[in-house]
């Protein structure tokens, strides 16, 4: 009986270590979006890339145990609702953009580009998922792939 509570603590402790590594992820993108926005040298469109990226990694953290494709999925709904969601125009949801976190979370106009620039972004966090996020998951038994 002692085993199954020892086994348990490490299966917890190796799931937070996991979810560690994407709150680690999740704030470099939110921290590099931020900073892309400052430097008029840096495209416009990395912060958008960044923004999907983002979202794919708080998925990823929210969902351990779900499949990469789950993840995928969502992340491009969730991305593409937001963008489809700035065609809908009426005053309170245009004051909302105006603010900084409605700029930040819901953007200002739709754009087609920006579609590309999401799925550029979540093919970004899936990149840095299979380099490094899977090989750490294999040595500790964090994550499903």
């Known amino acids: 009986m002692g085993a ?3 086994v348990i603590y490490f299966a917890k402790i190796s799931m937070m ?3 560690l590594l994407y709150i680690i992820l999740i ?4 921290i590099s979006g931020l900073l892309s926005r400052e430097f008029k040298v840096v495209p416009v469109f ?4 960044l923004w999907a990226t983002m979202v794919y990694f708080i998925l990823r953290m929210l969902f351990t145990h779900k499949t990469l494709n789950f993840a995928i999925v969502v992340s491009l709904l969730f991305c593409f609702a937001i ?4 065609l809908y125009k ?17 953007g200002e106009t739709f754009l087609w580009s920006d579609l590309l620039c999401y799925a550029s972004g979540i093919a ?17 038994d964090a ?3």
């Not at 963008?83 to 700035?86: D, G, L, M, T």
């Not at 009426?90 to 700029?103: C, E, K, M, Q, V």
């Not at 970004?124 to 500790?140: E, N, T």
């Open 143 to 145: 994550g499903s792939y």
């Open 4 to 6: 199954f509570f020892v």
């Open 46 to 49: 990395i912060g958008d890339i």
């Open 83 to 86: 963008e489809f969601s700035q």
């Open 124 to 140: 970004l966090g899936i990149l840095v998922d299979l380099l490094f996020v899977k090989p750490f998951a294999k040595r500790h």
């Open 27 to 30: 704030s470099i993108a939110i």
């Open 90 to 106: 009426a005053p309170w949801i245009d004051n909302l953009r105006h603010t900084l976190f409605g700029r930040l979370v819901l």
């Open 17 to 19: 270590k996991g979810k």
